[in-house]
């Protein structure tokens, strides 16, 4: 009887199992993504899975969504029941024990008060502290430290309503590119993009809701030419917090904050000029 069928049978099997295995390991490490709705705004999120990761998209994306949904119940002003919410209407402020992702976020904004000149500022005469121009770059940095930190994802992108935290590299082995979101009313001007590398952006501008942008000393909306302020930072939550700052400081004046304090920004005109400031040393 011929050997050569036991034989061929068995080579076949060997090469369909390593066929099998590569699939397999292709399909561990490959890209992944999903979205959904946060903050009255979206989000997403990318990320390269790796050999030793034990949970699948839908685990992580359960993970995210229950840390941003925390979040939302700390900071929206919108909701009643939220930790700012009741602080806000607290009549003796010493005397509410804040929680500690609270009180890191306005330990965050008084710094960034303090470096700007006030230029942003929490507080609103009358109405309490109001977190929203910070709140959104705090949320993607803890979500992306918790897929780099946690999960050990090297390759991931997080973006939440436009302010986007990038580390390593694409589906295409390359640095992330990120446009600069341009409004529909100004479809003529065309977007600069921006490449990430291990660091954050985060853009600022009146079109997301009109006025919501104000001058906390005047309480008025800032009066100039701007269209948007997009500020490139390591972290995503002073990237959000200076990019409402400068805007609110206006082209020019923003412009020479940000040479001075050597930040990353970049300012569009509503006639489509883009200026950007000097490169960080």
Known sequence: MSRKFPVILTLLLVSVGVFVFIIVSQQKTAYQSFHGSIFGTSYQVQYRAHEQ???????????????????DRIASTWKADSEISCYNRTLVKDEFQLSPELREIIKHAE??????????????????????????????DRIADYLY??????????????????????????????????????????GPRVTLSNTSMATSGQYFKEGH??????????????????????????????????????????????????VEAIFINNDGTVIESMEPR
Not at 114 to 119: E, I, K, S, V
Not at 150 to 161: F, P, Q, S, T
Request: with cysteine.
């Open 53 to 71: 990761l034990n949970f699948d998209a839908e685990a992580i994306k359960a993970e995210v969504e229950k840390n941003l949904g925390r979040i």
């Open 111 to 140: 710094e960034i008060k303090a470096r700007t000149g006030g230029a942003f500022d929490i507080h609103h005469s009358g109405k309490g502290i109001d977190v929203s121009a910070i709140a959104k770059g705090y949320a993607v």
């Open 149 to 190: 930190h946690e999960l050990k994802i090297a390759d991931c992108l997080v973006e939440i309503g436009g302010e986007v935290k990038a580390r390593g590299n694409n589906a295409k082995g390359k640095l992330w590119k990120v446009a600069i979101y341009i409004p529909p009313s100004h479809s003529h001007i065309k």
């Open 213 to 262: 942008i104000r001058n906390a000393a005047t309480g008025n909306v800032p009066e100039h030419d701007l269209l948007s302020c997009t500020v490139i930072a390591p972290s995503n939550t002073d990237a959000d917090a200076l990019a409402t700052a400068l805007y609110v400081m206006g082209g020019e004046a923003g412009l020479a904050w940000a040479n001075q304090n050597e």
